[in-house]
């Protein structure tokens, strides 16, 4: 069985919101219950990283760490350039930092599951530890997942999404109008918003939206249109679908004010009044460590 090679390593470290001070963290200090489990959440992440750091330590591994919040382009270098990058922290702090990666391979810690879901994220504190052993022994490989390429004004985007991306007014009160092609058919719609996903992805937003949940190997992409308006005598087509491998979905702005969310809220592009934006899967698959086929 061979090993896996872990020449440079990464820890990409969120920023839990009790640490970046603020409102939120007065009023966990103070009690309030809107900011109750804060201070928790804090003090879990930071054993998180201790344990991480120690069974890194005890293999007498070198490794180099990159602040999850904010992760700009430039702090995003080391991570295209490592082997191992481990994500502590959830989500967010895992989907930010596959934005970066190269060709080395993805592995999340959850650092506190009781304020994060982990989606994602391969293991714990508690069996870091053993996980750790299987990658560099060879016995745990990572998977691939699909993500997305998205050409913007026929630029290609630097982050491939590995969930998804929603096209949005930046007003959740203000109605979302485009033009949506897929596979040479064509409709105009006025909805809150067009959801775009990965199969990985297909259990997050999407879903929430009466989407579909995929097979994580698959490489098609699923699109779903949230609360359509439906104009009398009009018959859509377009409001939900899957699009093959090696296939493309565009979308054309209607909008004065638009916006593009990739994975989240952290990552957004202007999206105006005649901008194109084409959707596929021809991005590099993602080489992740993940417990869940």
Request: glycine share 12%.
């Amino acid at each position: 069985m061979r090993s896996f090679a872990v020449a440079r390593i990464v820890l990409v470290l969120k920023e839990p919101v009790f640490a970046r001070g603020g409102l939120p963290a007065r009023l966990a200090r103070r009690g309030d219950p809107t900011a109750g489990r804060l201070r928790g959440a804090h003090a879990e992440h930071g054993r998180t990283v201790a344990a991480v750091r120690r069974a890194l330590r005890a293999r007498s591994l070198r490794w180099t760490e990159v602040a999850g919040h904010p992760l700009t382009g430039h702090a995003g270098r080391p991570i295209a350039a490592g082997d191992l990058v481990i994500s502590i922290g959830g989500d967010g702090t895992l989907l930010a930092a596959s934005h970066h990666l190269g060709a080395g391979a993805l592995l999340g810690v959850n650092s506190a599951p009781g304020d994060s879901v982990g989606h994602f994220c391969a293991c714990r504190r508690a069996d870091f530890p053993a996980t750790l052993a299987a990658i560099l022994d060879g016995r745990l490989r990572p998977r691939l997942l699909a993500r997305l390429a998205l050409r913007l004004d026929g630029r290609l985007l630097p982050e491939p999404a590995l969930n998804d991306v929603l096209v949005a007014h930046p007003s959740p009160a203000a109605t979302t109008r485009y033009r949506l092609e897929v596979g040479g058919r064509v409709e105009e719609h006025r909805s809150s918003g067009l959801w775009i996903s990965t199969a990985a992805g297909s259990t997050a937003g999407i879903r929430s939206a009466g989407g579909r949940v995929m097979p994580r190997g698959s490489r098609r992409l699923q699109f779903r249109v949230r609360e359509l308006l439906r104009e009398p005598g009009r018959r859509y087509r377009l409001n939900r679908g899957f699009v093959p491998p090696r296939a493309a979905l565009t979308v054309a702005s209607k909008m004065p004010e638009g916006r593009l969310w990739i994975d989240g809220s952290r990552t957004a592009y202007p999206f105006p009044f005649g901008s194109r934006l084409v959707v596929s899967t021809d991005a590099p698959a993602l080489r992740i460590f993940a417990s869940r086929p």
